[in-house]
């Protein structure tokens, strides 16, 4: 019998998303304010921040912008020849890459796009962060001291992209980066709602889920990791002090299992609260969780129901006389 | 410039761990009573034990012995070809590999020793746990369901062998087997007294300390993950009311900034609790700490002195008469 | 001027609370697996049972009955002349006060009703619990060891009861038995939909709200206390596992801040888990809250909308042809 | 039989503490930025500190002095009949008490001695803290926005003092205060080393322990309560990023159970974060619980052995020369 084919494991690790806002003062004192995040630079209409466990110079890329949504998501890959496997999968498959060049805190980024037209890139020669003096950790093995304000994020977790045709994107990222598929939600139609996928021992780097509205090209939420559930619990206070909307939560999610917590940031990009890491894909072989119609019908972990603005809003906003 | 080498990504993570123990009743009972972990087979003079989220049968295998110590530990290679160029690997170096066969959960289990003595094993083919229906979890995204007694520990962390020579065995890994370093503790004399490696994101898989005795073979702890460091503490508590001896903790380690505790189990073999996963490496190129003996002097993240069994105490214990 | 009147001291604390239900084994076996609670006796149609901190003998008495409910609810008073106090308020104020013996756990309770119907006792002498062997914590000032099953509850913590007439209600506790009112809701009509009172430095000991069915002496729920919120988190899994069915939470009230999960117990009665005692009441001259219609309105802390069944479900049911 | 005599309530709760500190600057800036507390106040050498969820307008007077130690310690009593009644309880048994005005917050402080030399005072009148607009909450039923920096202590919890004779002042707070003693600690020699009293229900409300060096009128810690043993975790971490000296914990006494954490302040004054009221003594006639020196030998509950700084350490230092 012939041996499974070998799993490619050519990308390391999300490295960071870029934010589109149109209230870009407000989202940055959002995420500096109330996220805790640190800003390490900014050119251009970006400003770069970064959580205080994130070994690269950012993981987040705020941008001013007439309106909101995802400006790009970046994958490192695991080494320079990783990177060139890939480029070469992805032209080979029929996309376009094309260089980008004269972003802070890493090398060449090359871009392309997913079958719904968001903006990846992939890039391998990055800049670990060095803190300034006065952001110095006291131990050697962490980035960068903790913040001890707001709500403390500790780093980039994953993000969630809404595809009009999920199961296309979900074969174009297994087929040409090499992701794999851990859970996944199909309809009765068949039709698939719902994917997550990993390049890593996370059960998900990213997911994409159904766009409801038949609008390519937009954005669901952004996730950063906190420690623990108590954290995000705290986080929901802080959350109300400031007047943040609170979309739901925190609860379990019965896919995945992420305890979460949902709220909108200024600009109106959803922004999520995830636990970090308790839950770890370690089998390399893992096989797909698939969920049916009836079971998400159940609800969330515990019971709450999925409401309804989770299955709407997504950012940038529906065009105006949109149905 | 020539690129540098690729990471070898071969091991997929580490599979389980075989303790020996003179009391094989009582070990039983620690395991299932308060570690709260399930028992999933017998055979020969071996109890197999798995904690809920473990997706293989087995993480632990307990065996009856005149002493304790450490049987084997094992871990699952990434494709039925990486263990084919993992086994390649090692017999090329001048290692002895020789398959074990009989084992309960898997297939062939490829026999190596490390430099110290101690008993390694590599498999790829594995029996995926089934629970039985009285233990089928609600969430069909979980292994097996929550139990609800004692510390019920999640899965298998990692486990740590004293070392005569920790630099030839970190060596002996990285070269043959591809695991990477993440952080190491080099004396003023230049020896090296401990080494953490990892082969997934978590930031460490095993770990190497100096023997303190110069006996070969003997094994420091096992550990095993709980999901929340409140967990840990709770179940301080637990050992407490059973009269579990408390070695130390819970405490903060420096190195690996492991959230720590850990116990004797009746056979005399070093348990530790630690909090799943809120710190990974996700980076592929992660630049290995190397602590100093003065860094060291510190002691423990917040302050706490390593108790002196944590230098001496290993199992099996040392023979009479030896100093 | 005159100083205002001293505050009443002569309520100790909630002692116990009785509970009816039609399925008395399948109840029993919800609290001692589920919920962790220990049973410390069994009289008549009675089981009594016990959280692990609870120094009394009991603290809930379960009661095989032909519907659901509550039996009757007791409060320890401070000193036997403190009981004679209260005893002779009551009596001043037209109420009918009888003697009732044969409990376990107790000496003679003091029975008498509310305006709505519901049945209460004061009571002074009381039987402290005395581990048996098996049972005997690790340390010495707790009234029996951890027991490590289920969701261990601690304590109780609080009841709930439905009233048609909320407002008399509260001035009866307050007038007859010193009960402190720490917040209220007060309708636009003027209507007092909730109250919560206290006799100790816990925000309160139990609660009224609007029976919205006009049936005078139903039950909300009873509530048990857990030492974080991370545990009751721990214990929505634990439900989950046993397929108890969770009607809301984990979630944060506005009214009070408690943290807070609800369940049905197979008799039907709701049961809540909430964090225990991180938010005391030490102001002597504790200035009522009183929250409007528009301020409910808003829903919970964190803005998860009120559940409808959490102001129509209350036990024994409605009778039939009720609307 | 003759009744037992009823337990005196005067004593409403802990309301303050004056801490000394040589350090003004440094010691404010500890209180503010790492402990998260809030200035809400000046008047001569002192700053007014408080945390969130304290009623009054402050829990900590910050007093500059020539050396470090407690300034006093303020109760507030249940109403104003219930102060006149313990000043006059004072009086009777000899002790001078002398009004003293003109302090923010409170009316007048009645100050007197206890056996040890530290000064108290008893107090009705307080004002209330009304946040400024910047500090409002967003729930009503709470005195303060959660101010989401450093280690947001939430509330004064108690403090503790060293005695030359401790048993006297026990006897002295509870004959003329009515305090009731919880825990002890009593040596072979039949000296009493430590005491907890309490006059609500959180298990203590002040300690006085040992003195070993003769010296009266020294000062051991004071304590502000966190919501979770994880937010005291969290906090370790804040205390290292700081430089803050840690002198022991986290950990569990066995004495009280407290989850506690020990720094010192920069003007040399120990501080404790403990774990806020998950134990509760409910019982009005609690038996107290006496330990061994043998007892109290095998350390803090898990074991940890109690620093011998704890036994040294108090502040002022002691006087030079002095053994």
Redesign the interface.
């Known amino acids: 019998m012939q041996?499974?084919e070998?799993?490619v494991?050519d990308v390391?690790?999300l490295g960071h998303v870029e934010l589109l806002t149109p209230r870009p003062e407000e989202s940055l004192r959002f995420f500096v304010e109330?996220m805790g995040m640190t800003e390490s630079g900014r050119k251009g209409d970006s400003v770069y921040l970064r959580g205080w466990?994130d070994?690269?110079r950012h993981s987040l890329q705020l941008t001013a912008s007439r309106s909101s949504g995802l400006g790009h998501a970046a994958f490192?890959?695991?080494?320079?020849?990783?990177l060139e496997r890939r480029l070469a999968a992805l032209r080979a498959a029929g996309n376009d890459v094309e260089p980008h060049e004269g972003e802070l805190g890493h090398g060449t980024g090359w871009r392309f796009r997913d079958p719904d037209g968001h903006l990846f890139e992939l890039y391998y020669e990055t800049e670990?962060y060095e803190a300034p003096p006065a952001l110095r950790?006291?131990?050697?093995?962490?980035a960068q001291?903790?913040p001890?304000?707001?709500?403390n994020v500790?780093r980039l977790d994953h993000f969630n992209c809404l595809a009009v045709d999920v199961r296309a994107c979900r074969r174009f990222f297994e087929s040409t980066l090499g992701f794999r598929c851990t859970?996944r939600i199909e309809l009765d139609s068949g039709e698939e709602a719902g994917m997550w996928l990993t390049a890593?021992?996370?059960s998900y780097d990213f997911a994409f889920t159904k766009e409801a509205h038949g609008v390519p090209g937009r954005f669901h939420h952004v996730t950063f990791a906190l420690?623990?559930?108590?954290?995000i619990?705290?986080a929901?206070?802080?959350?109300?002090?400031h007047?943040v909307h609170?979309?739901?939560?925190?609860?379990?999610h019965?896919?995945?299992?992420t305890?979460f917590l949902y709220v909108y940031e200024p600009g109106g990009n959803r922004v999520e609260l995830a636990n970090?890491?308790?839950?770890?894909v370690?089998?390399?072989?893992?096989?797909t969780?698939t969920?049916t119609e009836e079971?998400r019908r159940k609800g969330q972990?515990?019971?709450?129901k999925t409401i309804e603005s989770f299955h709407t809003h997504g950012t940038p906003p529906l065009p105006p006389n949109h149905d």
Chains 1, 2, 3, 4 share one sequence.
């Open positions: 041996p499974p070998e799993p494991m390391a690790h109330v466990d070994y690269e490192r890959t695991r080494s320079p020849q990783a670990w950790p006291a131990l050697k093995n962490q001291r903790f001890g304000r707001g709500i500790r859970e890593t021992n996370k420690d623990s559930r108590e954290a619990l705290q929901a206070d802080i959350f109300l002090e007047g609170i979309e739901t939560g925190p609860h379990k019965a896919v995945q299992q305890f970090a890491g308790a839950r770890l370690l089998a390399p072989d893992w096989r969780i969920w079971e972990a515990w019971g709450l």
